[in-house]
């Protein structure tokens, strides 16, 4: 019978014989690379490094599965048919910087699928001193006949202005000559916006959110599955398909 150390030696072996192995295979690769690089593929180094990127976007996403049935409050916005393929709810946030590009990047495309239903919901975080007044506001828009992505997308596409509001606290009055911008009556948004429907509107799309496990923005359902935070739109469209109903 052998005894303790012969075998401790033989495990020791059989370790540095595998860390030299990965080593090995670690510094081929990088080896590769940098021969492709200089060989004049650089557009495959980059295909590559893009593919691992997105592989490390869709992990860290980490999708899990929730109880629709615990949504009970109505969107603020839908796009699409009645009887679509595939679902889409949103969180956002509209102080959010990640949800306007993803809005932006992922989501305009898709309005006029008529496979797919868009549904926007108002996720606004207590850490953004006017992401609910903006929400607020976004409501009254819409109720006035304002098109919320059109709404939602000005704000996106001059965040820097709109930054610059909150910094001034002039929000109130931009916000309001956004909407008169885009076709909403100043008299019927005045009266909106001290309305409190508005405000149990957007706690009830919170407490949804809440519920159904939305922890952060932008969030977005597919079929019953949650994902939270920004995914490019490959990476989007890839969990589209895999998790449609």
């Known amino acids: ?90 969180f956002t946030d509209l102080q959010c910087p990640s949800c306007s590009t993803f809005m932006e990047e992922s989501l305009k495309n898709l309005v006029e699928d008529r496979s797919i239903r868009l549904e926007f919901f108002d996720y606004p975080s207590d850490s953004h001193k006017y992401a609910r007044l903006a929400a607020a506001y976004t409501r009254c828009a819409v109720k006035n006949g304002v098109d919320y992505l059109s709404y939602t997308g000005h704000l996106n596409a001059d965040y820097s202005e709109w930054s610059s509001m909150l910094k001034e606290s002039n929000v109130s009055e931009y916000l309001l000559q ?29 407490a949804d959110a809440a519920a159904l496990g939305v922890e952060g923005t932008p969030s977005f359902i597919i079929g019953n599955h949650l994902i939270t935070g920004y995914v490019s739109r490959r990476t989007f469209n890839s969990m589209l398909n895999e998790f449609s109903n």
């Open 178 to 206: 956004t909407s008169i911008k885009y076709g909403a009556d100043e008299d019927s948004m005045n009266l909106c916006i001290i309305n409190d429907d508005v405000y149990q509107e957007i706690d009830s799309n919170i």
């Open 1 to 90: 019978m052998e005894n303790i150390e012969q075998s401790s030696g033989r495990a020791m072996k059989k370790n540095f014989r595998s860390f030299f192995t990965y080593l090995f295979v670690v510094i081929a690769c990088i080896t590769s690379m940098l021969i492709g690089y200089y060989c004049g593929t650089r557009n495959g180094v980059e295909i590559a490094t893009n593919a691992a990127l997105e592989f490390l976007e869709y992990k860290a996403s980490d999708p899990v599965e929730t109880d629709l049935s615990r949504l009970t409050s109505e969107p603020i916005a839908v796009y699409g048919s009645d009887s679509p393929e595939k679902i889409v709810m949103v």
